[in-house]
């Protein structure tokens, strides 16, 4: 079984890559963040044509997830609240999930933070504090995490680390947040194959970032540990990044043995 993730940043927009990519890379399941766009305007059809079922969440303009499986999936729950209770945290389109042969899939798009200290930067907090809550309470069994992050684990997942820790997405709060979700059993499947630096996920569109290689690996799939030893390979594929007018992230894909 191969899973992957994608920040799309706009599926209307993507379309075209996203269908290329698939048609080259047939996952089973792909997950999907910042679709930017509310249900009814989901771009269904051309996507159930290359034969995936369709599960998403999205909001107008910002922030919305989706899965796309070959397979239909089970018990699919969108947001914190079906676990964790009622949430205003769910106002934003940001987690999905759902079930297929015993493995529990969570899609998410963790907030991006803006900057140390700030409003959002204390929701982002909030919201990785609510996530592990969610994480305990989920009934036992094997689980895949997925999505974009927006936090670098390590120092070896940034280009240049130096004085990052000031910034977001490598504050320390971030990476103890994210150590604490990690602490309850999962592990980061790539780190499982790959362990140098200088593989990224997300480049910045200014300055050049892709062409000079400015990444940060900040879209993780993080596996429970017995999927994570039934895992045979986990890689970055830069080609849509390439691609005109692309995504700034590109996807992950981990394959998984059955």
């Given amino acids: ?52 079922q369709l599960y998403f969440a999205g909001q107008k303009s910002y922030n919305g997830v989706a899965i796309l499986s070959r397979s239909p999936l089970e018990d699919v729950q969108v947001g914190f609240a079906p676990v964790v ?32 200290g700030s409003e959002k930067y204390q929701y982002k ?5 609510t996530l592990e809550q969610y994480l305990q309470k989920l009934p036992n069994g094997e689980l895949c995490l997925c999505g974009d992050f927006n936090i670098a684990p390590e120092d070896r ?42 593989h990224y996920s997300w480049w910045d569109y200014r300055q050049a970032g892709f062409a000079n290689n400015r990444g940060w690996r900040i879209d993780h799939i993080y596996l429970s540990a017995g999927v994570y030893e039934k ?7 830069i080609e849509p990044r390439r691609q005109e007018q692309p995504s700034d992230h590109t996807p992950v894909i981990v394959q998984i043995s059955h």
Avoid at 93 to 115: A, D, F, H
Avoid at 125 to 129: A, I
Avoid at 231 to 237: G, L, M, N, T, V
Wanted: aromatic share 8%; proline share 4%.
């Fill in 231 to 237: 895992a045979k390979s986990c890689f970055i594929d």
């Fill in 85 to 116: 209770g009622d949430t205003q945290l769910d106002e934003q389109k940001r987690v999905i999930s759902g079930s297929l042969n015993g493995l529990r899939i969570v899609n998410l798009y963790v907030p991006n933070g803006q900057t140390v």
């Fill in 125 to 129: 907090l909030l919201w990785l504090s």
């Fill in 1 to 52: 079984m191969q899973i992957a993730t994608w920040n799309v940043n706009s599926i209307r927009t993507r379309l075209e890559h996203i269908k290329r990519w698939l048609l080259e890379y047939p996952v089973d399941v792909l997950c999907l963040q910042e679709t930017k766009v509310i249900d009814s305007d989901f771009p269904k059809a051309p996507l159930e044509e290359l034969g995936y």
């Fill in 157 to 198: 997942d940034i280009y240049n680390p130096k004085g990052k820790d000031k910034g977001i997405m490598a504050s320390p709060a971030e990476r103890l947040a994210l150590s604490k979700i990690l602490n309850l059993g999962l592990k980061d499947v790539f780190r499982k194959f790959t362990s140098e630096s200088g």
